[in-house]
């Protein structure tokens, strides 16, 4: 069984810097054609592309946000790891970390069930 | 960057047929896939490579594309599909792209 689910703080002060970690059972991310990737949802709004790690360790970054983002992975432990630095209260929302199955270009085909950040000071 | 244009809204009455779409330059020679998101809980995809569906996903649901524009077509509408709906893409240069989402309201 494929699950995912992330983890980290629920309260960031702004300025700071939001470390998340995807922790994933069931795949391998040695796998050619998977990747994990984050995605967030400020309240209400749409779902927002964050980035992307590949089987290869190749990295992708929504280019909005490219300068405060880096994705990685450790390997042994099953995780990816997200930071996102000099956080702001726009940055508040639900973060969510998902699987890409078989290449760069399949659905999300599991996800995490989110991890809520709050930003304020 | 590219874009995926969807509607806002939809409105559905119970056991009509609903159509969401989702327009995009050269979405024709992309895979588009469909999630959809009730209220509080993670996506979960519905149609994907176009028309394919998950396991588990009803027969009701199906996705098509014709020019510059998928479709996705919820048949015999039920209260339970009240829910929003997204589409996504992956370009070359955007990468992971998602549209605005969907309302689906069924009346």
């Known amino acids: 069984q494929v699950t995912l689910r992330e983890s980290g703080p629920a309260l960031v002060k702004p300025t700071q810097t939001l470390t998340l970690t995807c922790t994933f059972s069931g795949f391998s991310l040695n796998t050619g054609g998977t990747c994990v990737t984050w995605l967030r949802q400020p309240p209400g709004k749409a779902l927002e592309w964050l980035a992307l790690i590949d089987w290869d360790e190749d990295k992708y970054y929504s280019p909005s946000l490219k300068t405060r983002l880096t994705i990685s992975r450790d390997t042994p432990k099953n995780q990816v790891v997200l930071t996102l630095t000099n956080m702001d209260p726009v940055d508040t929302g639900t973060y969510y970390c998902?699987?890409?199955?078989?290449?760069?270009?399949?659905?999300?085909?599991?996800w995490g069930q989110g991890s809520m950040v709050t930003v304020s000071s | 960057s590219y874009v995926l244009t969807q509607p806002p809204s939809v409105s559905v009455a119970p056991g009509q047929t609903a159509r969401i779409t989702c327009g995009g330059n050269t979405i024709a020679t992309k895979p588009v896939h469909w999630y959809q998101q009730r209220p509080g809980q993670a996506p979960v995809v519905v149609v994907y490579?176009?028309?394919d569906r998950p396991s588990g996903i009803p027969e009701r649901f199906s996705g098509s594309k014709s020019g510059s524009t998928a479709t996705l077509t919820i048949s015999r509408v039920e209260a339970g599909d009240e829910a929003d709906y997204y589409c996504h893409v992956w370009d070359t240069s955007s990468f992971v792209v998602f549209g605005g989402g969907t309302k689906l309201t069924v009346l």
């Open positions: 490579d176009d028309s």
């Open positions: 998902a699987r890409i199955g078989s290449r760069k270009d399949s659905a999300l085909d599991v």
